[in-house]
């Protein structure tokens, strides 16, 4: 099977690429960023996905399935770069995917864009609104790419469309949404509070997009790993001291003295959990977790 991968050079975009390669699959990327050590038989065009040279790799490679991974989840870009990459970039994917003859999308999110607010449930479904928009102004791009993807199971009903919202992804690489916050000696925490973290190793995630192909899955699926973690066990289990501190103390701390630099709309996010449901992705695909939730934070720690 013909897969474009769409952020191919990023850590997930690796780990599925060489999945979907041992299993046989003639696999070609698009990202901005290059490849250096990619194998051979892993064609990768530096693109912009809004672009012109991107449309054509649709146009004469015709892939039958597209995985959507080039979406900015960190804070380093300005925002309206992020919107941009996020929204516009998603766009222009199923455009391409709608117009060349895809035929099985699959658009790879995060589970941040249930959001983190006091009275949301303990654990989402499908069925719980993407809501991060209203409560950390900075997702609103990864909430509205959600939507859009999700919005072409209506629109063209015969590409089938996954949408994944994925848990935090953790493991020796080091990078992601999750490592950034970990990545200094110190971990904010908010005095009275101590959310459950929920996050699973990095190969666990690339594991099951591949799943989602192999399923020709169509709609839309939480995907988690192990047990949720208080993030005071997170921040002991990965080395880190955890820090508690009054709302306006920790914003001040931000970005100074060993703890990471967040925007004003993650202090939720040391309030209150995102921990999901994930049991309709486990029964369409039968996926089962090889880390565990310990094995998942001593693979980032010792790394």
Not at 257 to 262: Q, R, V
Request: glycine fraction near 6%; charged fraction near 20%.
């Amino acid at each position: 099977m013909k897969v474009l991968i769409t952020g191919i050079s990023g850590v997930l975009g690796r780990l599925v690429a060489r999945l979907l390669l041992d299993q046989g699959h003639e696999v070609f990327g698009i990202d901005r960023r290059p490849w250096p050590d990619a194998p051979r038989s892993i064609e990768v065009v530096t693109a912009d996905i809004r672009k012109r040279p991107a449309e054509d790799v649709f146009r004469t490679r015709r892939p039958e399935v597209v995985i959507h991974l080039a979406t900015a989840t960190h804070f380093t870009a300005r925002f309206e770069e992020r919107y941009r990459i996020n929204l516009h970039g998603t766009r222009r994917v199923f455009d391409n995917c709608h117009d060349y003859g895809v035929e099985h999308a699959i658009f790879v999110g995060r589970h941040t864009v249930y959001g983190a607010a006091v009275d949301a449930p303990l654990y989402h479904t499908e069925e719980s609104p993407p809501i991060a928009g209203s409560t950390f102004p900075e997702l609103a791009d990864l909430v509205a790419a959600d939507l859009y993807a999700a919005s072409a199971m209506w629109r063209w009903p015969s590409l089938k469309t996954a949408v994944l919202r994925l848990v935090y992804p953790l493991g020796p690489s080091r990078l992601g949404t999750l490592a950034l916050f970990l990545k200094g000696p110190r971990v904010p925490m908010l005095l009275g509070f101590d959310p459950l973290f929920h996050f699973m190793h990095e190969r666990d995630a690339a594991r099951a997009i591949v799943a989602t192909l192999e399923h020709r899955l169509n709609g839309v699926y939480n995907v988690a790993g192990p047990l949720p973690i208080p993030l005071s066990i997170l921040s002991h289990v990965t080395g880190r001291q955890a820090v508690a501190m009054p709302p306006a103390i920790c914003r001040m701390a931000l970005g100074h003295f060993g703890f990471p630099s967040l925007p004003p709309g993650a202090l939720n996010h040391l309030k209150y959990p995102i921990v999901l449901e994930d049991a309709p992705f486990r029964r369409a695909t039968g996926f089962m977790q090889e880390f565990d939730e310990v094995q998942t934070m001593e693979s980032y720690r010792w790394s």
